[in-house]
Structures are given as C-alpha cells and as structure tokens.
C-alpha cells in the first residue's frame, strides 16, 4: 500500500503540471528527467497494483489452489477482501494491454518511416528537396532518418533561415526525439494520469532542436524568425506524429519567445535532480516490495506442503 500512494504520488506530481516543471530546466534535462521518470511512474504503478490485486486474490480458495499455497498462512492485515482484487486486476491487465498494442503501433511506424526513408535513395547527408506547393519541413524517423523540405517552403525562407530550420530538423534526427517522444506516449498509455506528459514532452523536443539550431547558426534571432517564418508559411491542418517531427510543431509563440529572450535554466539542476531523486526511491521502494512479497508466498506455498 505504501508503494501504491508512493507511486501515484509520483504520477499525479508529474501529471498535474508537467509543462511548469519542464519550462524550469533546459529542454533537453526536461525531455531526459521527465521520459524515465514517467515510465518509471508508469512501471511502479502497474507493479504496485498487480502487487494489490495478487496479495487480495491470494486469499480466495482457487487463486490459493493455483499458487499452491495456504491462504491461511498469508498475512491478513494489510490485504482487501479478495473480491477488490478482481477489478484492480482488470484495469492493471487492461491498461498492460493497451500499452502494448500502442507499443506495437508504434514500432509499426517507426518501420513504415524507415523504408519510406530509404526510398528517398541514397543519404548523402543533405535534405531532400520535394517539388510541393505546401510549405512544409520536417524530420523522418529511421535508423538514421532524412530531413525533408518542401520547394515552397526553401522559397518561403531566406538563406539564413533556411539553415536554422535545417539545423532544427537535424537535431531532432541527432537526438532520436522520435524515440523519446514514443516512450513519453506508451508510459501515457500505461498510466492515465500521464497523459498531459507526452505533449509537454514533444514541446521540449520542440524547444531542444530550436537551442541546438540556435547554438549551430550562432543566432538565436534568426532561428526565432525561422521558426516564426515557416509556422507562417505552413497552410492546412498540422498532424504531428511521432515518426515525422515537423519544424512547425508544438506552442510556436512559445518557442519564438523562449528563442529571442536569452537562455535562463536556473533551476534546471535543482529540478531534474529533485525529479530523478523521488523516481529513484519509488524504484527502490518497488524493488524492496518485490523481495518482500515472494517469500510470504514462499511461506504460504510451505505451510500448505507441510499440511499434505
Ligand atoms: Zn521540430
């Protein structure tokens, strides 16, 4: 029980504000502290509740039958009436599966986008160039991904804007953002009360590419206009997904202001390391219930042995 409180705690405090506490450090500390942290919630929290709904069921006579132990020999006390067990097992199961189909379809687009990019021919480390009247840029996931740019969109920018967008684009395919943007989504997935985390998550993708192309040009002004330029050029509805990042995507405003203000991540460490401190004692805490768990049911599988 303790597990299961420290756990959604863990949960509702970074799915209460997730874009609050992500905005204090700098974008690429928020995306490497709140990916692990929302799948360690996502872990925790199912493993706390299987541990619920194990140790209730233990107490029936046929769950007791199937384990081969003696509910008579398991601890009472701390444990629901046997009947709470089922529904807890129902969500755990239902939302392990759902996770799992997410999971699936996300691999299934992570492929589609590798073979697209190699039909693209040959990498030679530029940006294909597509004849398209519709504005667009965007960075393609793959086993080393393509960034692709749109005629209308090269024309729709000048020189130096042009190479900040690259750069942009280039930086989500450096540091696999797709990768982390998917894991943010499937521990969503596994735990509702993350569901805010996954759109904060791929902002400060957003956010992480526009520093890295601001470091790479030397101008953050220019890499403001860039992003301001293009969000302006991009006609029609915007479909982000997580296999093609589009330079357009997430809060632009935000990442147009965030770009002309300078840099300032004063709490960034204190943040990430006050976050990764509390995940690290949830997992302890379900490692501890884990040890602790299997030989009461060690006991109980001895008692019944003992009684044949
Ligand atoms: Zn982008």
Do not use: K, Y
């Not at 444990?79 to 997410?102: D, E, M, S």
């Not at 900040?164 to 540091?175: D, K, P, Q, T, V």
């Amino acid at each position: 029980m303790i597990l299961v409180g420290a756990a959604l705690a863990l949960s509702l405090a970074l799915g209460w504000a997730p874009r609050r506490l992500a905005t204090a450090m700098h974008p690429a500390t928020a995306v490497r502290t709140l990916v692990p942290a929302g799948l360690a919630a996502a872990l925790t929290t199912g493993f706390a509740l299987s541990d619920v709904a194990l140790t209730a069921l233990a107490h029936d006579g046929e769950v007791a039958e199937l384990g081969h132990w003696a509910p008579a020999a398991l601890p009472s006390a701390t444990a629901l009436p046997w009947q709470a067990g089922l529904p807890v097992a129902f969500a755990v199961l239902a939302l392990l599966t759902a996770a799992a189909v997410h999971t699936l379809r996300a691999g299934h687009q992570l492929w589609l986008a590798d073979t697209w990019c190699r039909r693209l021919g040959p990498d030679d480390g530029q940006p294909v160039v597509l004849a398209d009247i519709e504005p667009r840029a965007f960075a393609v996931a793959g086993l080393r991904g393509r960034v692709v740019v749109t005629t209308a969109m090269v024309a729709a920018l000048s020189t130096a804007e042009r190479a900040a967008l690259l750069a942009h684009e280039r930086a989500h395919l450096r540091h696999r953002h797709h990768l982390w943007i998917q894991l943010a989504e499937v521990s969503a997935v596994a735990n509702p009360a993350l569901r805010r985390v996954p759109g904060v998550v791929r902002l400060m993708a957003e956010r992480w590419a526009d520093e890295d192309a601001a470091l790479s040009t030397g101008d953050r002004r220019t890499t403001a206009e860039a992003i301001g330029h293009a969000a302006l050029a991009r006609t029609g509805p915007r479909r982000p997904t997580s296999a093609a990042l589009a330079a357009t995507g997430g809060d632009v405003p935000h990442r147009v202001q965030a770009l002309l203000r300078a840099p300032r991540h004063r709490w960034s460490a204190p943040a990430a390391a006050a976050v990764a401190l509390v995940t690290v004692s949830v997992l302890g805490l379900a490692c501890a219930t884990a040890r602790s768990t299997e030989p009461v049911l060690e006991t109980a599988r001895s008692a019944l042995a003992s009684t044949r």
